[in-house]
């Protein structure tokens, strides 16, 4: 686990700094980012062990795009992605996108950052 790097993308400052935060204390190194504009360059330059992803940008759809942009994407696509929304009924909607290999992870809000950080390292270490 020592500085695996976890890339939160999270338009809410005050939930950027929390889950930050947590992950830091657990020893991850974090890249923050709170818009989807350039965010998939950044990813892509910075190639995360591990992708939190709003679903709630800019728009209710953005989200949803860069997470079809990852998985479509050669050198990002078996990059672990947990997506986190407030909203079940999007997941059922999306859910043939979140089943595409390698299945992404769904975190509901509201967030509790120690479940999240159970998600997380259940992701990136199964079986551990």
Known sequence: MAGELICILEQDPLTLQLIAEELE??????????EAAGSLVVIKENRPDLLVLDTSLETQEIGWTLLESVRSDRDLSAMPVI????DPSLIQTRSPLLRRPPETSVFLK????????KMIRATLHPGQ
């Open 25 to 34: 204390e657990a020893g991850f190194a974090t890249l923050r980012l709170s």
């Open 83 to 86: 997506v986190c929304a407030s």
């Open 110 to 117: 509201p967030f509790n950052p120690e479940a999240l950080l």
